[in-house]
C-alpha cells in the first residue's frame, strides 16, 4: 500500500524550531517530485514548498523563504521540512505530498494541489505563547 507519513508536529512558542519528516512507504520517493502543503483553520490549504526529484531545484512560498528548509534524503526514502523563526500564522496541518511527473511539469512547481498524486494525513503544528 503507498502511504506518506507525516511526523514532527506539535506545540512551539513564537520564534522557535520544528523539523517535520515525511517517509515514503510502498514506493520509492527519489521517482517522485515532493511537497509540503498546509492548511489552517478556516482557510484553505496552502503551497509552503517543494522539491524536485534530485533536490536541486526547490520552490518555496514567500511567507515562508528564508525561514523553512525543504530536504530530502533519498536513501532514507524521507522528506524533511525545517521551520525556523515560526510565526503564530505558520499555525495549521502540514501535509506531505508527491507527484510522479518532473519537476518541469510537476503540479508542485505551481502549487496545484488537484494534480498531486498522493498525499498524508498530516501532522499539526501550532505556533503560541
Known amino acids: 500500500q503507498l502511504q506518506l507519513v507525516e511526523s514532527g508536529g506539535g506545540l512551539v512558542q513564537p520564534g522557535g524550531s520544528l523539523r517535520l519528516s515525511c517517509a515514503a512507504s510502498?514506493?520509492?520517493?527519489?521517482?517522485?517530485?515532493i511537497g509540503w502543503f498546509r492548511q489552517a483553520p478556516g482557510k484553505e490549504r496552502e503551497g509552503v514548498s517543494c522539491?524536485?526529484?534530485?533536490?536541486?531545484?526547490?520552490k518555496y512560498a514567500d511567507s515562508v523563504k528564508g525561514r523553512f528548509t525543504i530536504s530530502r534524503d533519498n536513501a532514507k526514502n524521507t522528506v524533511y521540512l525545517q521551520m525556523n523563526s515560526l510565526k503564530p500564522e505558520d499555525t495549521g496541518v502540514y501535509y506531505c505530498?508527491?507527484?510522479?511527473?518532473?519537476?518541469?511539469?510537476?503540479?508542485?512547481?505551481?502549487?496545484?494541489?488537484?494534480?498531486?498524486?498522493?498525499w498524508g494525513k498530516g501532522t499539526l503544528v501550532t505556533v503560541s505563547s
Open positions: 505530498t508527491a507527484d510522479r511527473k518532473d519537476w518541469g511539469i510537476s503540479s508542485c512547481r505551481t502549487f496545484q494541489r488537484d494534480g498531486m498524486d498522493y
Open positions: 522539491v524536485s526529484r534530485s533536490g536541486i531545484t526547490i
Open positions: 510502498g514506493f520509492t520517493l527519489d521517482r517522485y517530485t
